[in-house]
């Protein structure tokens, strides 16, 4: 559905000013009616990343292909005819203050030149559809938060696009309400078919709506692929850094996290539980491999992908012959490991 071929951005290197490269030679596809997450830290490129999809920006070099096209070669009249294909919801919402809901989503309509009846028999089941049927006279001012993304929803898919971009659409939002709009994107995304592309700093929200994930680090993807696989082994530093930080460890434990450990220190390792790992007591045996020694911080299972996936915390000490019998154990049993760091 789009792909991304050889794609490098940079900006500035005009007037004597150095040029920044924020997009380093990206290869990547975003598969046809998938939800594909690309998260990164702030900075990473990922902004950049969306705007080249919908011609706002154009690469410095590479291509950026939509359902066929190239992006950055279309004229201005082709670019306008291309983003009415694409939808696009932002964190802040974007809403025109001075426009009901029913308006907000009638705009993009009317821009097209679309009749004033045609728009009626669309707006009213598209705010059905996103849950506010009963808020169509509503001004943003008299909605919530998750009210003023289901308008914004509403309002991308009143051209009937293919692709929808979603630039940090639950940043905003409390725990809670994210949950539903997510809700809401991934029934989209069932019922009609739409590819969705969404940009996030939250692994959550990759894990909670994305089947395909690519994480973006300083202008370059360093991981991409399956979201269970990402989560059951991380490669990069970066994606393990981002799963660190979406584990539920108390607050103190994650800033007290050290790479190295000092004499005495205990090793923290997340366990990660899935397939045919799944099912075993592996945690009582791990606890009889090294004795009474084992701390268990945090865990849960939970469904990744549509799979169940376990997730479990543990401590234990530092020391060489400690850390040797526990990785005999996980070599003898299969269980993917990770060491996360060290705490004294
Ligand atoms: N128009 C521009 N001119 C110069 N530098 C830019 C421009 N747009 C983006 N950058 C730089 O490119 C880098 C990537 O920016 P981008 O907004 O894509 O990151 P991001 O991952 O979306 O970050 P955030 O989550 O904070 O929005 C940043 O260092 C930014 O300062």
Not at 80 to 90: A, K, S, W, Y
Not at 116 to 127: E, F, H, M
Not at 266 to 279: E, I, S
Request: glycine share 12%; hydrophobic share 40%; no cysteine.
């Amino acid at each position: 559905m789009v792909s991304f071929e050889g794609v490098t951005k940079r900006f500035g290197g005009t007037g004597g000013q150095p040029a920044f490269t924020a997009l380093d030679g990206i290869d990547f596809t975003v598969a046809h009616g998938a939800i594909t997450g690309i998260i990164g830290r702030s900075g990473a490129g990922k902004s950049t990343l969306i705007r080249l999809v919908n011609g706002l920006e154009k690469p410095t070099s590479g291509k950026v292909v939509v359902d066929g096209t190239e992006v950055g070669g279309l004229s201005e009249s082709s670019l306008r005819g291309l983003r009415r294909q694409i939808g696009m919801i932002f964190q802040h919402f974007n809403l025109l203050s001075s426009r009901t809901a029913f308006d907000n989503v009638a705009l993009p309509l009317e821009i097209a030149g679309v009749d004033a009846r045609t728009i009626k028999a669309k707006v009213g089941p598209l705010l059905d559809l996103v849950g506010l049927g009963d808020k169509s006279a509503s001004y943003p001012s008299e909605l919530s938060g998750g009210q003023k993304q289901r308008v914004g929803i509403a309002r991308a898919l009143a051209t009937d696009p293919k692709l929808l971009l979603s630039d940090e659409a639950t940043s905003a939002l409390d725990p809670e309400t994210t949950q539903s709009i997510l809700e809401l994107l991934k029934r989209i995304n069932a019922e009609l078919g739409l590819t969705v592309l969404l940009i996030t700093h939250e692994m959550e929200v990759v894990k909670t709506i994305a089947t395909d994930v690519a994480v973006i680090d300083r202008g370059l993807i360093v991981e991409s692929g399956r979201v269970f696989d990402l989560y059951a082994s991380p490669k990069h530093e970066t994606t393990r850094t981002l799963l660190a930080s979406s584990l539920a460890l108390p607050e103190w434990l994650r800033t007290s996290i050290k790479p190295v450990p000092a004499a005495g220190d205990r090793a923290l390792v997340r366990l990660v539980f899935f397939g045919k790992t799944a099912f075993q007591p592996l945690t009582a045996r791990l606890v009889a491999q090294l004795g009474s020694d084992v701390n268990i911080l945090a865990g849960g299972i939970e469904e990744i992908g549509g799979k169940p996936f376990g997730s479990l915390v543990v401590s234990y000490s530092a020391d060489p012959a400690v850390i040797e019998r526990a990785n005999r154990f996980y070599a003898e049993t299969g269980l993917t490991t990770e060491v996360l760091g060290y705490v004294a």
